[in-house]
């Protein structure tokens, strides 16, 4: 019989870690992790620049589509200061393909900030990490814990739902009474040795034992000390995050060709895709007519033009939005080199704008352009 269900006050969580418990915990987490971890490239280094890159793109990235990703980049900037002295686009088009441009934005300004401030060495303390563009409370404890062994704890997904299970914690992902009482109860726990270790552990169970669908909790180390195992809650903890539905978003697309190149405009650094090349882009509405579609990027263009017809349009989903891109060929008197919503405009050939940063987004458009015959005629 399975034992009766009861339920705890999520304010008694931190009581919960007995000395007896804590050391209990650790040592089967860390003690199955050197068994059972994952061989994966960036765990078979000590540079704390690899170490850092690997955790900024595993943010939201699989795994399996990260490796690649990490071997490449580092190829391409092997050092700090290769990566703080690389321009901006060339940062950006090494990232194509992992979306979350802004990751690359703040690795790159953090790189230059790691260059101007402390030497090309990156910094040793989570509090010090803090510091540097795109450290959240989570890289800086990873960075700091795995690179440098500092007892600096981290919450993200995976560790969240393991202590949510093992201490019964109560509340919805996004919770702040909840967030605090898992932030303090890994910061409980990662004291001791191997602090690094002892984070890759509890991330590493909640990826391959603690899933989220079908945890495996006949195989798991921890299972008699996991309250949501002993009252019969593993399925109830945590209740599932509540998404808001995807955006949607239209883009009307210049698609503009001289002698056998078009023109490719920079965006301005923040935003969505900010600093990355594109088909000139302008927002409108589903049923934004041509003509004002092609006012728009005029505007954007700070030039005239007139729409000459469609070349299809490009769909693609991203996590917070769905995306149409409609490809409106163009032309105009006076071809622009400047432009008042661009960083930077040039004109291409297709070969030279695939080598450009362009999101997956715009590189699909870009293709569909020039298979709809933008080039011709
Ligand atoms: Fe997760 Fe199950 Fe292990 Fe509890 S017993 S920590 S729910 S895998």
């Avoid at 019964?168 to 990662?190: C, F, I, Q």
């Avoid at 699909?364 to 709809?372: F, G, S």
């Amino acid at each position: 019989m399975s034992p009766p269900r009861k339920r705890k006050d999520a304010a008694a969580a931190e009581s919960l870690v007995v000395p007896e418990r804590r050391d209990f915990l650790r040592g089967q987490l860390l003690e199955w992790y050197d068994r059972q971890k994952r061989d994966l490239p960036w765990r078979r280094t000590r540079d704390p620049y690899a170490i850092w890159l690997s955790e900024v793109m595993l943010q939201q990235t699989q795994v399996a589509t990260v490796i690649p990703y990490w071997e490449r980049f580092l190829q391409r900037f092997p050092t700090v200061e290769a990566l703080a002295a690389a321009p901006l686009p060339d940062v950006l088009a090494g990232w194509r393909g992992l979306g979350y441009y802004s990751r690359a934005r703040n690795l790159h300004r953090a790189a230059q900030e790691v260059v101007a401030r402390f030497g090309g060495k990156l910094p040793s303390t989570a509090a010090e990490l803090l510091s540097l563009p795109g450290f959240g409370r989570y890289t800086a404890g990873a960075v700091a814990s795995i690179a440098f062994g500092e007892p600096a704890p981290l919450v993200d997904g995976n560790v969240a739902r393991v202590l949510s299970r093992l201490f019964e914690v109560e509340g919805a992902p996004g919770d702040r009474v909840r967030e605090a009482r898992l932030w303090a109860l890994a910061t409980e726990l990662v004291r001791g040795e191997r602090p690094g270790d002892f984070n890759q552990a509890l991330m590493e169970h909640g990826a391959t034992v603690c899933r989220p669908e079908n945890p495996l909790c006949l195989l798991c180390p921890v299972r008699e000390g996991c309250l949501a195992y002993l009252h019969g809650r593993v399925d109830e903890l945590p209740p599932a995050r509540v998404r808001a539905a995807p955006k949607r978003m239209t883009l009307a697309v210049a698609v503009w060709a001289h002698e056998g190149r078009l023109l490719l405009a920079r965006r301005a650094e923040k935003g969505l895709f900010g600093g990355l090349w594109e088909l000139p882009a302008a927002e409108v509405e589903d049923d934004t007519p041509d003509t004002d579609s092609a006012s728009r990027l005029a505007e954007a263009l700070g030039v005239s033009l007139s729409a000459r017809g469609h070349l299809g349009t490009v769909r693609r989903q991203l996590t917070h939005r769905s995306l149409s891109l409609r490809l409106l060929q163009v032309t105009g008197l006076e071809r622009p080199t400047e432009a008042p919503a661009f960083r930077e405009l040039r004109w291409c050939t297709p070969d030279e704008a695939s080598a450009l940063g362009m999101s997956t987004a715009m590189h699909k458009a870009l293709e569909a352009a020039v298979a709809a015959g933008a080039l011709q005629g």
